[in-house]
């Protein structure tokens, strides 16, 4: 697995600049809480045709900084930011809750209670 630091200042010109969409798969944007009120968020695409090629692109961000959307990028992107959206609580422009979790559902189940 290829990792690549990135920042929210630089996401989009990063993800933009490596996608090829005939040639990466995009697998999912995945969420760690990395604890002290941090998430790690990943950025994950695999290679059609090339066994265990993946690229993550990550970073380490504070839980209420706002996340920019790749949908620009990424169409499909959506559901993945949905996910995280419900699950840890962030603000990721244009993700609505709901996708998940249900009205009475505890509110954020993956984010560790600091």
Same mark, same amino acid.
């Given at each position: 697995?290829?990792?690549?630091?990135?920042? @929210?200042?630089?996401?989009?010109? %990063?993800? &933009?600049?490596?996608? +090829?969409?005939?040639?990466?798969? #995009? @697998?999912?944007?995945?969420?760690? %809480?990395? &604890?002290?009120?941090? +998430?790690?968020?990943?950025?994950? #695409?695999?290679?059609?045709?090339?066994? %265990?090629?993946?690229?993550?692109?990550?970073?380490?961000?504070?839980?209420?900084?706002?996340?920019?959307?790749?949908?620009?990028?990424?169409?499909?992107?959506?559901?993945?930011?949905?996910?995280?959206?419900?699950?840890?609580?962030?603000?990721?422009?244009?993700?609505?809750?709901?996708?998940?979790?249900?009205?009475?559902?505890?509110?954020?189940?993956?984010?560790?209670?600091?």
């Amino acid at each position: 697995m290829t990792k690549i630091e990135t920042s @929210l200042e630089n996401l989009l010109s %990063d993800i &933009g600049g490596f996608y +090829i969409p005939a040639e990466h798969h #995009f @697998l999912t944007v995945n969420g760690i %809480d990395a &604890g002290e009120g941090k +998430i790690e968020l990943q950025w994950i #695409f695999a290679r059609y045709g090339v066994k %265990d090629e993946v690229t993550m692109f990550y970073t380490i961000i504070p839980y209420d900084t706002p996340v920019p959307s790749v949908r620009s990028v990424i169409p499909s992107a959506y559901l993945s930011e949905m996910e995280i959206t419900d699950l840890f609580g962030l603000a990721i422009e244009g993700a609505e809750k709901g996708l998940y979790l249900d009205h009475d559902s505890m509110p954020t189940p993956l984010r560790r209670e600091s």
